[in-house]
C-alpha cells in the first residue's frame, strides 16, 4: 500500500485546510484509512478514519476533538485506490502537529481509531496553526 500526503501548511486560527492522503495498492476492495497526528512532545493520536468497500464509504470514525470540526471523505477512482481528505475547519493553536494517513483492511478502521492494525503509513505533512 502506497499513501502520499499533501495539503499541510500554515493556517490561521479559525480558518480551513484541507489535507489529502493518495493511497492506492490495497490488496482488496475492502479497506480502512486512517488520519492520525502527532504534535511535538506528545503522543500519536487517532483523528479518524473511513472505511471504503467497493470504491463506496461503508463508515467514517471520529475522535471527540476532530467530530463537528474535521471532515473525512474518501473519492474511489477503482477499487483499490482513493484519495482520502481530511477537511478541517475552525482550526485551532492545539491542532498543529505532524498529520499522517495509514492504510490497511477495512477493520482497521473502528470507532476506537487505533493505530496498530494499519500496514503502511505516509511520510506525513506539517500543519501549523498561527494564532
Known amino acids: 500500500v502506497q499513501l502520499v500526503e499533501s495539503g499541510g501548511g500554515l493556517v490561521q486560527a479559525g480558518g480551513s485546510l484541507r489535507l489529502s492522503c493518495a493511497a492506492s495498492?490495497?490488496?482488496?476492495?475492502?479497506?480502512?484509512v486512517g488520519w492520525f497526528r502527532q504534535a511535538p512532545g506528545k503522543e500519536r493520536e487517532g483523528v479518524g478514519c473511513v472505511h471504503v468497500i467497493d470504491g463506496m464509504t461503508r463508515s467514517t470514525y471520529y475522535a471527540d476533538f476532530s467530530r463537528g470540526r474535521f471532515t473525512i471523505s474518501a473519492i474511489s477512482s477503482d477499487s483499490a485506490e482513493s484519495t482520502v481528505y481530511l477537511q478541517m475547519n475552525d482550526v485551532k493553536a492545539e491542532d498543529t502537529a505532524v498529520y499522517s494517513c495509514?492504510?490497511?483492511?477495512?477493520?482497521?478502521?473502528?470507532?476506537?481509531?487505533?493505530?496498530?492494525?494499519?500496514?503502511?503509513w505516509g511520510q506525513g505533512t506539517q500543519v501549523t496553526v498561527a494564532s
Open positions: 495498492g490495497f490488496a482488496a476492495s475492502d479497506y480502512g
Open positions: 495509514a492504510g490497511g483492511w477495512g477493520y482497521a478502521c473502528y470507532p476506537s481509531l487505533g493505530e496498530y492494525e494499519y500496514e503502511s
